[in-house]
């Protein structure tokens, strides 16, 4: 499948090295929402074409990519808008508000049996658009470079691999978006475990795979989210099965990463049982 899966670059006209993606952004929206039955295509091609338009804009470098889900829940699709620092969500906003293009594709009737709430507004399910701010997890000992470009360090920095060797959500044909709630006692240990689970990912599944780590701000808090970026379905399966095939890597998940004051127990005790969530994401082919 893979072989055919254009990455998400493809659904911008401009050279992958002028674009914002999960590893160079600073300050990134993760959009979701559900279509209505029987207006999903409707939907699908209205948000394809207002992306469109809004990567052909100048907004400070500003992205948007477009994914749906792999399996589950065929009527959400998401997408991420890529920017530096939360400042540059202005201009899109201004954009939104003047740009005769953009008014026209908000306005034209591009979904049959309006019904009054919006000239596309029929094709969502109302009050299903949500959106969770995904800022990369900084502070933590990566070796921070303090001229960065973005709001905060890039997700980039938080691996040694070489730039040019990563997976990214512009390059990558699949991406997995995990979400994992930490235990507010452990959120320090919760989020050092899932960086050294990271690390050895990165430096293991050179090529294959790539994950970057993000807090979410302005929403619940301790709640956190990983992006891994993956080459191929194989590099998921390799990856799900190195606990089996790797000594190092599983005395890293058996590692006792919280202290006995607080209970002890491996990095995975610092979450929420239940609390992590992955959802296998494939750019929409526009």
């Known amino acids: 499948m893979t072989d055919i899966m254009r990455p998400a670059s493809h659904?911008?006209?401009?050279?992958?090295?002028?674009?914002?993606?999960?590893?160079?952004?600073?300050?990134?929206?993760?959009?979701?929402?559900?279509?209505?039955?029987?207006?999903?295509?409707?939907g699908l091609n209205f948000v394809g074409e207002v992306l469109k338009h809004m990567n052909k804009a100048d907004l400070n470098g500003m992205t948007f990519f477009f994914f749906q889900k792999a399996f589950g829940d065929q009527a959400q699709h998401h997408w991420f808008i890529n920017m530096k620092s939360p400042a540059d969500y202005a201009a899109s906003l201004e954009m939104v508000d003047h740009d005769e293009t953009t008014k026209i594709l908000l306005n034209d009737d591009v979904v049959a049996d309006d019904r009054g709430f919006g000239s596309w507004g029929n094709a969502v399910v109302q009050g299903s658009i949500t959106e969770q701010i995904l800022v990369p997890q900084h502070g933590l000992d990566y070796g921070e470079d303090d001229h960065h470009e973005a709001w905060v360090p890039e997700a980039w920095r938080q691996t040694s691999v070489p730039p040019e060797e990563q997976l990214n959500s512009a390059n990558a044909p699949l991406m997995v978006h995990r979400v994992a709630q930490a235990r507010y006692p452990m959120r320090k240990e919760a989020r050092y475990y899932a960086f050294a689970w990271q690390n050895y990912v990165n430096e293991n599944l050179r090529g294959k795979v790539t994950s970057y780590l993000y807090e979410?701000?302005?929403?619940?808090?301790?709640?956190?989210?990983?992006?891994i970026h993956l080459s191929s379905f194989e590099a998921w399966e390799e990856l799900r099965n190195?606990?089996?095939?790797?000594?190092?890597?599983?005395?890293?998940v058996e590692r006792q990463m919280i202290s006995p004051e607080k209970g002890g127990g491996t990095g995975a005790d610092a979450f929420v049982p239940g609390g992590v969530t992955d959802t296998l994401l494939v750019p929409r082919q526009l």
């Open 242 to 252: 190195l606990p089996d095939r790797d000594p190092q890597f599983r005395k890293l």
């Open 216 to 227: 979410e701000t302005f929403g619940a808090m301790d709640r956190l989210h990983m992006l």
């Open 11 to 42: 659904q911008v006209d401009r050279p992958e090295s002028e674009l914002l993606h999960s590893g160079n952004a600073g300050f990134i929206i993760s959009r979701y929402a559900h279509f209505k039955p029987g207006h999903e295509q409707e």
